[in-house]
């Protein structure tokens, strides 16, 4: 090892571990893990016998000396079939026992019993820890809850001449996949490569097809991390401070971590079934907790702008925001709303919302959305369901039903809902936010308080236009009930006044960051102008190196383009799609066409599906 004590990487693993240990780790030797089961087992199994003493005497029972054996076969089985993720959350079946590994923080504190069991989980940090069965190859750190491994990390410290990058190449070159620490969603569910600068993460190890993400806080609006505010010469202080603190990596695994499934065609048009674990980036991470901690104190009745680039992630961002606001309590233990509403148009998020919260909770009917008709929105507002996914444009009608409903029950309606505490996530905010129709939405969920207010209001003032003096009181006042979360990637002065504080938003992403990690391309240093194209196809004529006759029909096909028929154009656009971008980010990339209006693109539409039929090329979704 190189480099003086100082500023070796041992030192490195020494500031992490102190830390750690200080603030409710423990140190687990080496020796005490099982290579084989890639799993801590006397941890995992005095964990068990503290907190589940009346199911493990009922298992003794069974199974006398041998019940620790037993118990851990079934988990390692267990494990090996559903994840360590799962297993951690809702534990493992031993002879028609449900015995559990992990306890996870309560919504609330209302239940002393669960503040105790939490209280007993055992967060372990091993250093150097020899992995391998078959090898004495071992990982810089390894953090395990209750003797089930779950984070790896790899350390560099550029004061020994070696970075980031020679981390990520660990991970790529020097560890094995089939280990069973290593194996995908088995045992160990992130890994960190770690110098003083830069923070990579992954969720899979796959050898040199590894891809890491980057998990850095973001510097001046850019990629990398800012100076540590202490002064300290580590910039990645937060990851093990921060994202690693005991409270923090319990969160993450019961609530942020998430297995999605997606079912893709292969090229032979087969479906194939493909998992990708998901674990946040740490803008994504940073965003939901400071707005969920915004809500915890300050209540309902308030707004927040979230403006985050392109390449943010930001179906997941509202998927986990959602789910945290719908069990939000406040300190006195109360629920800080009673409904949570995204408005969205897109069906991903759906799909996306139930997947997840089924994996947190194992509910189903937490998440409904409104795909049918506004009778359906209605209804599922009266009746208070926690999340509710649905569109702006299903609000104006809402009133109207929510009257019919109160005559078939023979009683007399206001078209409006009782007062409920709700919390309206927004997906791109400045397409919602004005006009009638979120007046609408503000009417409908204000309800009988804004009003009785709007009563008063006409009282007071003398007025008769109680219903004008409603609808205005909906479109310009801040409502008690209701707090607004509104995400854009592009907000306007308009956007910024109505959901902003002092016209900032509450946190940022920005489209620099995502391109300096490469989320996004820059479209301004990524473009062809007509007039370069031409001038390069004109110079193939005269290239050795190129076929002529390619070239030559090449430049016809050019010629013949006029510049200003979509026809043509859609030529250009749908054969370069074909023939290049299709096959790149393994075969998911997607293109953009920016026109001048929304005629035109609904023209490009058209004239896209008219190409791609009239070449029998496999269809390919559209969206406008």
Known sequence: ?????????????????????????????????????????????????????REWAKLEALHGAKTGEQVLTDLCKWMDANGSLATLRHGFKCYGRTLFVAFFKAAHELNPELEERYAKNRLGLTRQLRFSPRSEKSLDVTLNVNGIPVVTL????????????????????????????????????????????????????????????????GDAGGAGNPPDPAGRSYRTAYLWEEVLARDSLLDLLARFLHLQVDEKRDEQGRKVRVEQLVFPRYHQLDAVRLLVEAARVEGPGHNYLVEHSAGSGKSNTIAWLTHRLASLHDAGNARVFDSVIVVTDRVVLDQQLQDNIYQFEHKRGVVQKIDESSRQLAEALESGVPIIITTLQKFPFVSRQLLKMADERGETGSGTLRTRRCAIVIDEAHSSQGGETATDLKEVLGGEALQEEARKRAAEEGREDLEELFRSMAKRGRQANLSFFAFTATPKHKTLAVFGRDGKPAHRYTMRQAIEEGFILDVLKNYTTYATYYRLIKACDEDPNIERKKAVRALARFLKLHPHNIAQKTEVIVEHFHAVTRHKIGGRAKAMVVTGSRLEAVRYKQSFDRYIKDKGYQPVAKQV
């Open 1 to 53: 090892m190189t480099g003086t004590p100082r500023h070796s990487e041992a030192a490195f693993e020494t500031v992490i571990e102190h830390h750690l240990l200080a603030h409710g780790y423990v140190a687990i030797p080496r020796d005490a893990f099982d290579r084989e089961r890639a799993i801590f087992p006397s941890v995992v199994l005095d964990f068990i016998r503290d907190t589940q003493p």
């Open 154 to 217: 790899e350390l560099k410290n550029a004061m020994t001449g070696q970075a980031v990058e020679d981390a990520r190449r660990q991970y790529k070159q020097d560890r094995d996949p089939r280990e069973t620490i290593f194996e995908f969603k088995k045992r160990t569910l992130v890994h960190f490569a770690v110098d003083t600068e830069t923070v990579l993460m992954t969720t899979r190890l796959a050898g040199s097809a590894t891809h890491f993400l980057p998990f850095n806080k």
